[in-house]
């Protein structure tokens, strides 16, 4: 059998893996495969240089599909607000999406001794359900159940239920909740509304802290191409005062994420030079919509910008990013709440705390 398994869903779970298998033994180091899911994330030219960086045998793209991608499920998605006709639909969902996946689905997870799978929400959690392979969940982002505790907002009303129905695979519930799902990491237990008996703690931090150099220079050549033009070229456009500003792919609407954008910059950057990161899921066009302002060009997490010699920020802003809680390189850092959306959308659609 191989070794090990991670499915990545996002530049962050690339992230995370990479301090995972840097606090290997050496001699561990190398012998684990990583599959880039192209469901939701355009990785670029990252598998290319996850293959020359050293530290996996196998790089593979996984094709998962949306259940969007099969109309036949349609009908079994519909609100019939009744439990009976709702849990009779929801576990022939939960089979056939599943079985769906098979035609895509190239890589024999059933090889590996462990398989490390982010957001198992997606297809590929309810496809190793239906497998019966067992898998170790991880959170998809930096204390993202803070936020969005996906396992009991998908499911509220008759939660206990739902959740007996998972752990027999009748159903499938992400985040812990699934018959094969032996544990998930978790950053922080102290910060989460609600608690898991599979979640198992793993802090972030102390993975970051303890690389060495050669390994930070490592993962910055697999993020980051052109740190040292970028460094160069933030010292040319820069006088004084820098901030940076953390975009994010909500709203849904580009027009509101652009005047977003704008008003930040009016209200928070009054006199300062300006970076924009935007995010790996933010299309936007930030070069053309602020030719005065710094954009960080490929797509990486904001963490990576530790590893970065020289580069110190006056402010970090975001609005909902838990992230910043890890960055160095800053001397104040402000998260200005998901409740900032407020006036840009309907706050139905941001506002996930309630369950």
Known sequence: MDERIYVCHTFYN?????????????????????????????????????????????????????????????????SYHNIIRHLYNRIIYTKKLAKLQEPYMKIDFARYREVYVYCDSDPIGYYLNYK???????ED???????????????????????????LNVIFIQNGYGKYCLDMEINDLSCLRHTCPRYKVVPRKPLELALDQGQKRMILRVFMEDADEFIRELGEKASGDCILFLTQPHPQSEEARRQ?????????????????????????????????????????????????????????????????????????????????????EDPAQHNWRTV
């Open 132 to 138: 019966h392979i067992y898998y170790h969940a991880l």
């Open 14 to 78: 690339v992230y995370v893996t990479l301090l995972k298998e840097c606090s290997l033994p050496k001699e561990r180091q190398g012998q684990a495969d990583i599959a880039l899911s192209t469901m939701s994330t355009d990785f670029s030219g990252l598998r290319r240089r996850l293959e020359d960086c050293g530290m996996f045998a196998h790089v593979y793209l996984l094709d998962e599909k949306r259940d969007s991608t099969f109309p036949e499920l349609e009908k079994y998605k519909k």
């Open 260 to 344: 977003i954008c704008h008003d930040i910059i009016r209200d928070y950057c009054q006199g300062c030079h300006v970076v924009i990161k935007p995010h790996p899921r933010d299309l936007i066009d930030y070069a053309a919509l602020r030719p005065d302002c710094t954009v960080i060009r490929g797509k990486f997490p904001v963490e990576v910008l530790n590893f970065l010699e020289g580069v110190h920020f006056r402010k970090v802003i975001s609005i909902a990013t838990t992230a910043l809680d890890t960055i160095d390189f800053a001397e104040e850092k402000i998260n200005l709440g998901d409740t900032f959306w407020d006036k840009y």
């Open 141 to 167: 982002g930096l204390d993202c159940l803070k936020y969005l505790d996906g396992a009991h907002y998908d499911n509220r009303g008759h939660f206990k239920l739902k959740a007996f129905l998972s752990s």
